[in-house]
């Protein structure tokens, strides 16, 4: 049996993640390919719940060490009881961020030492990597404006601009270290172009 590939799809807030995930899936179900879509931080019960604690707001205030390996932790579940499993069994992994948004946010944004998350990186991960990284990139006042008409603003989305701008520089940073693994997707365009885009993109994938 080939073993499944993995795909993640990063980027800023409110640049279409969510809405092109469901693109991506019948793209590859399509193929006859089984695909197993899933999320970080999250995809687990566990995981869910860690998402939850990083997500609300809280009186107490989460340090930015503590934020960091809750983020770990829940990737640890995620990866031990979703991800390889699907893997292995030949199935393909679609999965709502990875841990390019904890280089991102945690690295870019917080700017946290980039040694440190590389370290947990590889205890937590072992050699797994995506396969394919789809990074949606728009300039911020695009995904903002789109972000905002959800209403009410989660912990992250409560942060300044600059933080954003630094979110968005790490992960173009990124991508442009590693060409092969990252297609970077022009965000901005209407939900059409974007598509073609990421078609393109899936195509460039030998078993596609
Ligand atoms: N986080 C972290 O800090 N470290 C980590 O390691 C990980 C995560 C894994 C999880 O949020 C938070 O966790 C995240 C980083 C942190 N921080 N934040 N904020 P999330 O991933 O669940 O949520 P999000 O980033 O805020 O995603 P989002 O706001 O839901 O955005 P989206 O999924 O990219 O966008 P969307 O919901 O698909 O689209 C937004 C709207 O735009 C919607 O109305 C669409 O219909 C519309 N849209 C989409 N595409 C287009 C185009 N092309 N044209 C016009 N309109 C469009």
Known sequence: MNPGRFITLEGGEGVGKSTNLQYIQQLLQQRQ????????????????????????KHAETITENAELLLVFAARAQHIQRVILPALQQGRWVLCDRFTDATYAYQGGGRNMDENVIGWLENTVQGDLRPDL????????????????????????????????????????????????????????????????????????????
């Open 33 to 56: 390919l089984e695909v197993v879509v899933t999320r970080e931080p999250g995809g687990t019960e566990l995981a869910e719940k860690i998402r939850q604690l990083l997500l609300e």
């Open 133 to 208: 990284t789809l990074l949606l990139d728009a300039p911020l006042d695009v995904g903002m404006s789109r972000a905002q008409q959800r209403g009410k603003l989660d912990r992250f989305e409560s942060e300044q601009r600059d933080f954003f701008e630094r979110v968005r520089q790490a992960y173009l940073n990124r991508a442009g270290q590693d060409q092969q693994r990252y297609k970077i997707i022009d965000a901005s365009l209407p939900l059409n172009q974007v598509q073609q885009q990421i078609k393109q993109a899936l195509d460039g994938l030998s078993v596609v």
